[in-house]
């Protein structure tokens, strides 16, 4: 069973800034694909971006998110993150951080999720 803890949401004015982590414990870090999610108000949960197991080699991102997002993964302190710039109000949402990623849609395990505000 992993678990799953998010840091770093808040709220941040249009074209800022906010890098979330997500600390994992209980499983063994490297073999999991791991993502963010995120949640707005009314909407469904979407994909935001993945990194392969292990190196991480490959990147996935939502067009929505490409070239202002990075998702990155330090597999020695079980962490991934999610560096965001030009933060836009439409970012504003929930995010979740989730292991075990498959087909860039569902995950095995998810975190309790951070709150991310974009005032305009």
């Known amino acids: 069973q992993v678990q799953l803890v998010e840091s770093g949401g808040g709220l941040v004015q249009a074209g800022g800034s906010l890098r979330l982590s997500c600390a994992a414990s209980?499983?063994?870090?490297?073999?999991?694909?791991m993502g963010w999610f995120r949640q707005a108000p009314g909407k469904e949960r979407e994909f935001v971006a993945a990194?392969?197991?292990?190196?991480?080699?490959?990147?996935y991102y939502a067009d929505s998110v490409k070239g202002r997002f990075t998702i990155s993964r330090d597999n020695a302190k079980n962490t991934v993150y999610l560096q965001m710039n030009s933060l836009k109000p439409e970012d504003t949402a929930v995010y979740y951080c989730?292991?075990?990623?498959?087909?860039?849609?569902?995950?095995?395990?998810w975190g309790q999720g951070t709150q991310v505000t974009v005032s305009s």
């Open positions: 990194i392969s197991w292990w190196t991480g080699s490959n990147t």
């Open positions: 989730a292991a075990g990623v498959t087909r860039l849609r569902d995950a095995d395990y």
């Open positions: 209980g499983g063994t870090f490297g073999n999991y694909a």
